[in-house]
């Protein structure tokens, strides 16, 4: 745990990205393959499962440390953050412990979950006692199942791939499927990630995916990209990102974010394709009809990994694929863009009685401008924009330029001005600033007078400056406390930018908004201007 919390503490302690790859670097060359293999999974995105409570947490740190309740909630609104409230506040130890990362997480940690109370107590009694303020952090971060850190996956596969000298882009692929939480990593695993590459490595994948290939924000006149014959057009549609693997008389279904997700979309799975195919695409609901199913509909079906005959039913997943990235075993992320789309259409004709699987269609327009026109037809077909692919681009690894170049060129997002009415301090450095809003729109009560009532959470959009200003205007207006909360007298109006809006009975306005986040601060309104629930509800219909 010592090296794994320096380690954490120079990445925390530096925006140089040479400082950091050093750091990652002397990390991985000189750590044991058990902790290193640890943390690779944390450091690229693997997320640790919380095995003690918050409450429990907070309960025992304030029993260890002989602080009064009062005074602990004092330190924690001071800091922000409760890992760092507890490391702070606890005595100093009476021993050390050179346990490293490995056995803390599979002997230390993993015993937590589902222990007794008294159990739990003794437990983190002993570890707190066996480590310093800075290991004491990461223990109860990775406890709690709030561990997060500032450096990329991209970071982290250039730091491996110079400790092996191995290609990043090698890397990358050996990497993909390391963050799925059904596998612990191990010391083997780890040697076999940095090893020497081997010729018939892509023979021994089984079902790991291919590292996706990302697009860039296109903000600007796509004119400006040249000849409209240099680029493959098709809608962007807003569901979830996938990879379909089929390998050795077995499917696996890979989302983006490299969790295996095959049990959650069982008539995906099913299909029966050709041994040796990987398709990349989009997995969407669709009960007929000529556009999908609202993103939250998916999200019904994303979160079970146990799916019911009626969701099933109710919810027919299908695959909308876009891309072929192994056909025959063989790897053909070096073809251009069009010959991997010639011989993806020419699969999905084989496969003409797999209604789960549809081939996603090619926008044919004769210049930019008429290409604008049949965007603006994007609401109306369920979709965000389009994708603008360079019909000579290679498969790349990551949002890269260098193998070609895919566009997202979307649709401006809904918006609406609302009142920000609650606020939460932010985390790490801007753990003494409010930087988490909540945000209200007018609606009737029963009486006919006007109410606000919050709709929608966002903390992305403003600068710092903007943020400081917002953040005394906050502890100005403050009404009431409600721990880290601060309820606000309504006084500032934001345009919220929202992708997608769905009904909702679990939310108190009945509405739900995708990727909700501040647009502007609009000084130039009053509270009494901004927008009702029924401006809302209209977006529902909206094409």
Known sequence: MHEFSRLYAELDETTATSRKLAALQSY?????????????YFLAGGKPRQAVPTKLLRQYAIEYSGLDDWLFDECYH?????????????????????IGLADWIELAIAPLRGAAPEA???????????????ERFLLTKLIGGGFRVGVSRLLVTRALSAVAKVDSKVLAQRLMGWTDGSVSPTAAGFLQLISAHSED?????GGQPYPFFLAHALERDPATLGQLADWQVEWKYDGMRAQLVSRGGQNWIWSRGEDLITERFPELAALRLPD?????????IWNGGHAPAPFADLQKRMGRKQVSARLLGELPAVMVAYDLLELDGQDLRHLPQSGRRQLLEKLVR?????PQLRLSPLIAAESWEQLAEIRNESRERGVEGMMLKAVDARYGVGRTRSEGTWW????????????????????GRRASLYTDYTFAVWDADTDGERKLVP??????????AEIAQVDTAIRKTTIEKFGPVRSVTPSMVFEIGFEGIASSPRHKSGIAVRFPRILRRREDKSIEDADTLDVLKSLLAAP
């Open 28 to 40: 991985f060359s000189s750590a044991a393959p058990q902790d290193a293999a640890w943390a690779v």
């Open 78 to 98: 001071a800091v922000g953050d409760l890992a760092e409230t507890i490391a702070l506040i606890l005595p100093p130890p009476s021993q050390h412990s050179g």
């Open 120 to 134: 739990i107590r003794a437990a983190l009694f002993l570890y707190w006692d066996q480590l310093d303020t800075r």
């Open 201 to 205: 490595e892509h023979a021994q994948r």
């Open 276 to 284: 040796g195919v990987v398709i990349d695409g989009e997995i969407l």
């Open 350 to 354: 084989k496969l003409q009685g797999a």
């Open 408 to 427: 997202k060129w979307k649709i401006d997002p809904y918006s609406v001005d609302a009142v920000l009415i609650y606020a939460q301090s932010g985390h």
């Open 455 to 464: 709709f929608a959470k966002a903390y992305s959009g403003l600068t710092d």
